[in-house]
């Protein structure tokens, strides 16, 4: 069965690191992280969650739900998003049942100060009304500053992701290698051209070194890309 | 007996030439009605091949330089010639096994685009556009003096005449109607172009009388001419090694490595990667194109040795090194063939100029009006300021190509590669494959790699009686340099970074 994890996140520092965590076991089991925005109408609320990060360090600025999907992509982790409008622990609940998940991972912050208290019955009464398991973060000041030092670092895009994983595949690696083949050859062809030309002018076969060089130098740079075509064909193949 | 091709006016070969271009033009028109019809560009159709793709590569990249440059340095310097040849292959071996795919993969297919994609800076914008405009004219001078060469002995105009002409048609054109130059056109072009060589290639050896190898050692055995003279020159061993052309050893390897690298670095090269709608199938047209132009350039060695031995041998002289293979198709195929090879170089020349105004033009329109002074545009106002841009660059290398007169094609596009080797594959090559890159060491790379290669070559023999640098082809001096300028900065300004981090 896949494994499903519903992650409510507003982006708070305790939902930073709970976001890290559950990114961890959605990878280590293999399944889908959904990502729950729930926007709060209750102004009260919000003004409540303000002076809760404020409280604990000032606001963290990041957008819960894209710093998860970062995260989930960098780790390879299939996500799905869900937005919802209304009062959070409901809405969590709903979610819950409708995307049929597994378990359900958020945070909660170390009860100091009645701010603080808040989010802590947010989970709590999740935890009470949940038809599956709730995984609490409650996390350390550590763990605060490692998450808000990730979240403030700029993520890689999903372009710079598919660059790195096109310059570290096998088939770039073999590209190069037959690159050096026919560097090796072109500078062979330079440094003779440059401080060799007597063997140049070599007479060999009825041609010289120089053109027999010349012309094998473009030989090979049709034979390299022939024969690389025909790699990454057989490549592209195997991956079908 | 022998002659010159003389300037005079040819109504039957300017009637076949004025045919061909505007067949040209007609093809470009319809297909860039079609497209427009569609309602989707013909690249996402898929309708386009990668063969056909592989030919329109070719047709984009053989441009005058190759055509006449270098079939007439081969006539004029022997093996020197060859060399630019082979290094202009070279540079797809480049593009095909190291940028092409990590830039395709980035959705960029500028080195311009994949700068600013990284850094999101508008100073690197800014050399980014700077470096792609100053690239674009370089590399019109050589497109523009091709044109001029041609149409001398088509319609007789003297030198600079034909280039104000033919540049301000060329320039028109773009400006006006903008010449889409669609897959099938450049298709078109380059099997003309392949066809024409080949054509030419069977001639020299079937009036000659010799196998293709044969011919070949006929020049190491007997020597070879001065096409200008057709007196005997060199001895077959000088003239088919390297040193007629470049006389400083060193100018070989400078040439070498601006060659192998600045194909890549081209502002309207690799556009075409995007014209077939799979990975797979891009890498299969550039292939062919590789396949296509190595044809080529074998094939371009023995129109120049042709021109060079029929020159010898009494038949006609040449006056431009530039005018090699127009002349020896004249006395191949009389007038017909001589204006079907001219309006083939002529189209060709469209088509790049073509190319490098747009770009040059979206270089100033886009990024430094819009994006850089900040100007809230409208389409309309974009399209006045691209359109005299155009007008603006056409007749900057108008000018330039008129003070180069004379001078080799093939020469002038090495200079090009070699401003746009040192300019942009430092930046593109540490953009794409090192992490420690940094927006000031970028910026920092483009100008050094810029002005040290434009400072070199002002100051070389090609443009000075007393050259305060010997080398006529800056690229050994001024690739490095951009390197290790980009390197090192980078690295001093990450330095930076960090210390201002832990005093934070």
């Not at chain 1, 994983?165 to 088939?171: G, L, N, P, Y």
């Not at chain 2, 330089?65 to 070279?90: K, R």
Request: aromatic letters at 10%; a neutral charge.
């Amino acid at each position: 069965m896949n494994h499903r994890i519903l992650l409510p996140t507003n982006g708070s520092l305790p939902a930073l690191v709970a976001t890290k965590e559950a990114v961890r076991m959605a990878k280590e089991k293999g399944g889908t992280l959904v990502i729950l925005n729930v926007v709060e109408q209750d102004p009260a609320m919000y003004l409540e969650q303000v002076s809760e990060d404020v409280g604990l360090r000032g606001g963290t600025g990041v957008d819960g739900v894209i710093f998860a999907q970062a995260l989930a992509s960098e780790a390879g982790v299939k996500t799905e998003i869900m937005v919802r409008e209304g009062a959070v622990t409901g809405e969590i609940i709903r979610a819950a049942e409708e995307a049929q998940v597994s378990m359900i991972v958020m945070g909660s912050s170390n009860p100091r100060g009645l701010a603080g208290l808040y989010l802590g019955n947010v989970a709590e009464a999740v935890t009470k009304k949940a038809k599956v398991s709730v995984f609490i973060i409650k996390p350390t000041d550590e763990e605060i500053e490692i998450a808000l030092k990730l979240a403030k670092t700029p993520l890689p895009t999903p372009e710079e992701n598919a660059l790195r994983s096109i310059i570290h595949s096998r088939k770039f690696m073999v590209g190069l290698g037959l690159f050096s083949i026919y560097g090796v050859l072109y500078t062979v062809f330079t440094v003779l051209g440059t401080f060799g030309r007597d063997i140049m002018a070599t007479r060999v076969a009825g041609l010289n070194v120089g053109l027999i060089m010349g012309m094998t130098v473009i030989l090979l740079a049709i034979v390299m890309a022939l024969s690389f075509n025909y790699y990454a064909v057989r490549v592209e193949k195997e991956g079908q | 007996m022998a002659e010159f091709l003389d300037n005079s006016f040819k109504p039957l070969a300017f009637a076949l030439f004025l045919l061909i271009t505007a067949l040209t033009l007609a093809i470009s028109v319809y297909f860039s009605r079609r497209v427009r019809t569609a309602g989707h560009y013909y690249v996402a159709g898929g309708g386009v091949k990668w063969f056909v793709n592989g030919i329109a590569f070719a047709g984009d990249y053989l441009s005058a330089a190759s055509f006449l440059g270098v079939a007439g340095m081969i006539a004029f310097s022997g093996f020197d010639g060859f060399m630019y040849g082979i290094g202009f292959l070279a540079g797809w071996i480049v593009a095909l096994f190291l940028i092409a795919e990590p830039l395709r993969v980035m959705g960029k297919y500028t080195f311009a685009d994949a700068l600013v994609h990284k850094f999101k800076s508008k100073r690197v914008r800014l050399a980014a556009a700077i470096s792609t405009l100053v690239v674009s004219v370089f590399y019109l001078i050589p497109q523009m003096v091709g044109a001029g060469t041609i149409v001398q002995p088509l319609i007789g105009l003297d030198y600079a005449w034909g280039v104000v002409l033919v540049g301000g048609v060329v320039i028109l054109i773009t400006a006006t109607a903008g010449m889409v130059s669609t897959t099938w056109v450049q298709f078109i072009k380059g099997l003309l172009l392949l066809i024409a060589a080949l054509g030419l290639t069977i001639a020299v050896l079937i009036l000659s009388g010799f196998g293709p190898l044969e011919f070949i050692t006929h020049f190491l055995e007997n020597g070879a001419s001065n096409p200008s003279t057709g007196l005997f020159a060199h001895s077959g061993d000088v003239f088919l090694a390297p040193g007629i052309k470049f006389t400083n050893p060193l100018d070989y390897a400078s040439l070498a490595l601006a060659l192998i690298l600045g194909t890549a670095a081209l502002p309207h090269i690799l556009i075409r990667y995007y014209t077939v709608p799979k990975p797979s199938d891009a890498r299969k047209s550039t292939v062919v194109a590789i396949i296509a132009i190595g044809a080529f350039y074998i094939m371009t060695l023995f129109l120049g040795l042709g021109a060079n031995y029929f020159a010898g041998q009494g038949e006609f002289l040449i006056r431009d090194s530039n005018l090699s293979a127009p002349t020896l198709a004249n006395f191949a195929g009389g007038e017909v063939f001589f204006a079907i090879i001219s309006s083939i170089a002529f189209a060709t020349i469209l088509g790049t100029v073509s190319g490098l105004i747009m770009a040059a033009a979206g270089a100033i329109a886009h990024d430094l009006y819009t994006e850089i002074l900040g100007k809230k545009t409208n389409e309309k106002s974009a399209l006045r300021v691209s359109k005299l841009t155009a007008v603006g660059v056409g007749v900057v290398a108008i000018l330039l190509g008129i003070m180069a007169e004379g001078m080799n094609v093939a020469f002038l596009v090495g200079l090009a590669f070699a401003i746009a080797a040192s300019a942009n594959i430092p930046a593109l090559i540490c953009t794409l494959f090192w992490k420690g890159a940094t927006e000031k060491g970028i910026v920092a790379g483009i100008f050094t790699g810029l002005v040290l290669s434009i400072v070199l070559i002002a100051i070389s023999p090609t443009m000075m009686v007393d050259p305060f640098f010997s080398l006529n082809n800056p690229g050994i001096v001024s690739i490095p340099a951009g390197f290790a300028v980009t390197i090192g900065v980078s690295l001093l300004d990450k330095k930076k970074q960090e210390v201002t981090n832990t005093q934070a």
